[in-house]
């Protein structure tokens, strides 16, 4: 999977526990992307990097947070996760914003 | 932001028949990326498509792409049981987000 993996690949937690997942490349691309995708609403972006210590916000981001603090690592984390935050997470890199993005495998994230 | 909307939702074919799935968008664009998904895993990326180009080939796949219409289809010939997943597209300008998707089941 063009060198990606997210970590952990499954979780389960309480509501109001913080929460991180983490992302890391190995394809020293620019770009890396938080994305949601639930049932009936395709892929959301969360935020998103541009560089190191670069981020911006998707149209999903309220409660999430991110950093980047080395080129392969991008962090989410959940300040205090909510069951609304159940749901399929993905990271994703490109080398540019226009560039085609390469997908991890996903973690699962069960907030109960 | 710019984003696609897939239709149809969902298609159901015979292995050997043709798919076709079409996306709509609002905005100017520099880019149409196609995206297949199987269940449970990442997606992966198809065919990307520049503004100034109006069609293009790989293997099984061909993408047309007309920005008059803001509109652009995926074709995938001679389907197989394998193609079964969900398609995207992704319309790119300065970002890129992801419609919906159409969940394609190729019956055997």
């Known amino acids: 999977d063009a060198g990606i993996t997210q970590s952990p690949r499954h979780k389960v937690t309480e509501t109001g526990t913080p929460v991180t997942l983490r992302c890391h490349q190995t394809?020293?691309?620019?770009?890396m992307y938080w994305y949601r995708q639930d049932p009936g609403h395709g892929l959301r972006l969360i935020h998103y990097s541009y560089g190191v210590k670069d981020t911006d916000k998707g149209e999903v981001s309220d409660g999430y947070s991110v950093s980047r603090s080395k080129t392969e690592d991008f962090l989410l984390t959940l300040e205090s996760a909510t069951s609304s935050q159940t749901s399929v997470y993905f990271c994703?890199?490109?080398?540019?914003?226009?560039?085609?993005?390469?997908f991890g495998p996903g973690t699962r994230l069960t907030v109960t | 932001s710019q984003q696609g909307e897939e239709d149809p939702q969902a298609l159901s074919i015979q292995e050997g028949e043709n798919a076709t799935m079409n996306c709509s968008y609002k905005?100017?664009?520099?880019?149409l990326q196609w995206y297949r998904q199987n269940s449970g895993r990442g997606l992966v990326h198809l065919i990307l498509i520049r503004s100034n180009e109006r069609e293009k080939h790989s293997g099984r796949l061909r993408v047309t792409l007309d920005t008059s219409k803001k509109s652009s289809s995926l074709l995938i010939t001679a389907s197989r049981a394998a193609d079964t997943a969900s398609y995207f597209c992704a319309p790119s300008a300065n970002d890129m987000r992801f419609g919906a998707g159409t969940r394609l089941t190729v019956k055997p």
């Open positions: 994703a890199i490109s080398q540019g914003a226009s560039y085609e993005q390469y």
């Open positions: 905005t100017s664009i520099n880019n």
């Open positions: 394809e020293n691309h620019r770009y």
